[in-house]
């Protein structure tokens, strides 16, 4: 199977398990992959659960159509800006999961003091601005902050994340989601216990020490 071929299967799994999850419902959502000089994105109009391989569209880094039947995401403007400004990303994930685009929706950020597994892996998931959709007000409002982190809350929006590949870009997401769920009922208890300064000390020396995986993590 040529490199091309096994990116948009990775591509197409990603997207049914967004749908399959509930992290977005009828035609909502977009992923993508740079490979090189080129991305291949999910078409417009589609629901994400049940894609094909051919349903995906492939683009120039300045946003020409080069090959597919159907017209791109008309997020593309927002994938394209990524790339340009993170040379090392290689795959981008917008969706719209419950608990995380309520939390945008209310103006708040999820923090990076209460779970340390989220610490270690995202660090602080910050609200972007509001942008308009389709619009390049939207790449606007996430310009400064996607420098420094993988995951966005995206005020009214939903969430975007960065990474490597399909399936590790994807697990950012969930995770994303799953500590929005659980900051959600903390809040909803009356009470949300924060990590101390010397816990935070104690998990950046994990972070950084020649045994962890180095991630990009926000602060």
Same mark, same amino acid.
């Given at each position: 199977?040529?490199?091309?071929?096994?990116?948009?299967?990775?591509?197409?799994?990603?997207?049914?398990?967004?749908?399959? $999850?509930?992290?977005?419902?009828?035609?909502?959502? !977009?992923?993508? /992959?740079?490979?090189?000089?080129?991305? =291949? /994105? +999910?078409? +417009?109009?589609?629901?994400?659960?049940? *894609?094909? /391989? #051919?349903?995906? =569209?492939?683009?120039?880094?300045?946003?020409?159509? @080069?090959?597919?039947? *159907?017209? %791109?995401?008309? #997020?593309?403007?927002?994938?394209?800006? =990524?790339?340009?400004?993170?040379?090392? =990303? +290689?795959? @981008?994930?917008?969706?719209?999961?419950?608990?995380?685009?309520?939390?945008?929706?209310?103006?708040?950020?999820? %923090?990076?003091?209460? *779970?340390?597994?989220?610490?270690?892996?995202?660090?602080? @998931?910050?609200?972007?601005?509001?942008?308009?959709?389709?619009?390049?007000?939207?790449?606007?409002?996430?310009?400064?902050?996607?420098?420094?982190?993988?995951? &966005?809350?995206?005020? !009214?929006?939903?969430?975007?994340?960065?990474? $490597? #590949?399909?399936? #590790?870009?994807?697990?950012?997401?969930?995770?994303?989601?799953?500590?929005? $769920?659980?900051?959600?009922?903390?809040?909803?208890?009356?009470?949300?216990?924060?990590?101390?300064?010397?816990?935070?000390?104690? &998990? $950046?020396?994990?972070?950084?020490?020649?045994?962890? !995986? %180095?991630?990009? !993590?926000?602060?």
């Amino acid at each position: 199977m040529d490199q091309s071929r096994k990116i948009k299967k990775e591509i197409v799994e990603a997207g049914r398990r967004l749908y399959q $999850k509930g992290f977005v419902a009828a035609n909502e959502g !977009n992923i993508s /992959v740079r490979l090189k000089d080129k991305i =291949v /994105v +999910t078409p +417009t109009m589609r629901c994400k659960g049940f *894609l094909a /391989v #051919e349903d995906l =569209v492939t683009m120039d880094l300045r946003g020409r159509k @080069i090959e597919g039947a *159907l017209e %791109p995401t008309s #997020e593309l403007l927002l994938h394209l800006h =990524v790339y340009r400004k993170r040379p090392d =990303v +290689t795959t @981008i994930i917008h969706a719209h999961p419950p608990y995380s685009t309520a939390l945008a929706t209310a103006g708040l950020e999820l %923090p990076g003091d209460v *779970l340390p597994e989220v610490f270690l892996s995202l660090g602080r @998931i910050p609200l972007a601005a509001y942008g308009t959709p389709s619009t390049q007000e939207l790449p606007d409002s996430i310009d400064d902050l996607i420098m420094l982190h993988d995951a &966005l809350l995206l005020r !009214n929006h939903g969430v975007l994340t960065v990474g $490597k #590949e399909p399936e #590790e870009t994807y697990f950012k997401l969930e995770r994303v989601e799953h500590f929005a $769920k659980i900051f959600f009922i903390a809040s909803s208890l009356g009470k949300v216990n924060r990590l101390s300064i010397r816990d935070i000390e104690k &998990l $950046k020396k994990i972070r950084s020490s020649p045994n962890a !995986n %180095p991630k990009k !993590n926000g602060k």
